[in-house]
């Protein structure tokens, strides 16, 4: 019987595990926290937002873009639904969005556990990979706590995201020993800290808009959600969506700067119009309240702030260019973006081991045979919504179908 050494037990690992051990593989799982799937606990804020029932190639990023969707063609988010059915996990579909009916990530854990109980997994934990070293049969693995031996050997382990929950990033060197390259692995999913004395006045309003990412008057990316001010720059699903195009502009240095729509539902003539019919309908308002209704109290100060308009000054007494200075800042708020938040914040990372080294069809290292990639370790990162557990279920299943599969080396 084949034995297949699965690299880290999070989400990709205990699907490559399950894959490969239902194929007939005896399976190992080394994994050096002491328990496995730590960073499933924590996502879709501790409900596990799984997949998501709209898929399209975008909706996955990578230097070699059609990568990931030739992985995820294979084990999509249907196969997903139907295999964590079998796993005893029902779906709630919220727009699209997919919980497990129980709303607990932990119930995702939990079967994956029951599982690889079933299948008979052995789950090493507490064990750290140095090394693995390729052989004229199979593969010697050295950890902190002695040798292992496999004729298989798939790597799932992560990347430096959220290294609380054990993806520190050590995976990149063993991938580097063998030979791959690294495509820069930068935070993404994360939020943006940005310039601007006022931030600390604005911090913890939410409000309804759009972001775009900016860099050589260019616009690079965009999103629409809620956006959340911060006393050190933006947050929320919008934001996170552009932070990777973010990072990876800051990485190669260039000046990127954030412009923040707060009505992109009206051009910006509609909101000049809108704007005057309001200061006509109440033309005695003073400035300073010109906007309450229409804005969260700490924007409509700001704004009224920055547009050099006078506090008492009465609405109906505005002039065009005070319309046009609100509108502006409205509707185009630009704010530089200084840096992302860390690794310790991001969700996940862009960039890692370069797919142009990697078997499309297998996952397999074009330069060790019989070592396979799976997850986040790869460079493959998804939009926020469930894309990046996608990633990992399709490509942890691919890597354990095949592990099992080839003929041993
Ligand atoms: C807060 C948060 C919320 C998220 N929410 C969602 C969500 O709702 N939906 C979604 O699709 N995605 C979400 N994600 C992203 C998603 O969790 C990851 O993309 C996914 O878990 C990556 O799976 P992986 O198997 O590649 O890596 P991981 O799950 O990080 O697993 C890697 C494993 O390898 C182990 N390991 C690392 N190095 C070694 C070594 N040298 N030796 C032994 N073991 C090692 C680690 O301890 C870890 O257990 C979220 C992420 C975070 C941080």
Redesign the pocket.
Known sequence: MRTVAV???????MMAAVTAASGGARVVI????DR?????L????G?????NIQQEPLCYHSENPLFPWRIIEKFDARAAVSFFLKLGIYSKNRNGYLYPNSDQASAVLDAFRMELDRLHVDIRTG????KIQPGKKGFTIY?DNGQVRADKVIL????K??PA????G??YD?AKQAGHRLIPVLPA?VQLRCSGNFFKAIAGVRVNGSVAVWAESECIAKDTGEIQLTDYGISGIPVFQVSRYASKLLYEKKEVSAVLDFMPDFTEEQTDAFLRARAKTRPEKPAEKFLIGLFHKKLSDLWIKLSGIPRDKKAGEFTEQEFGKLVCLIKQFEVPVTATNSYEQ???CCGGVDTAEVDPETLESVYVPGLYF????LDVD?M?????????WAS?HTAGEHACAAKSR
């Open positions: 690299i880290g037990g999070g989400a990709s690992g080394l994994e050096h926290k496995i799937g730590k960073k499933i924590s996502t879709g804020n409900r596990c937002n799984f997949t064990i750290h990979v140095r950890t799932c382990t992560g990347s995201a959220a929950t054990g993806s520190d050590s995976g063993l999913l991001a969700q996940v799976a997850g986040e370790i998804g926020c919504g469930g894309y990046n557990l996608q990633w990992a942890g």
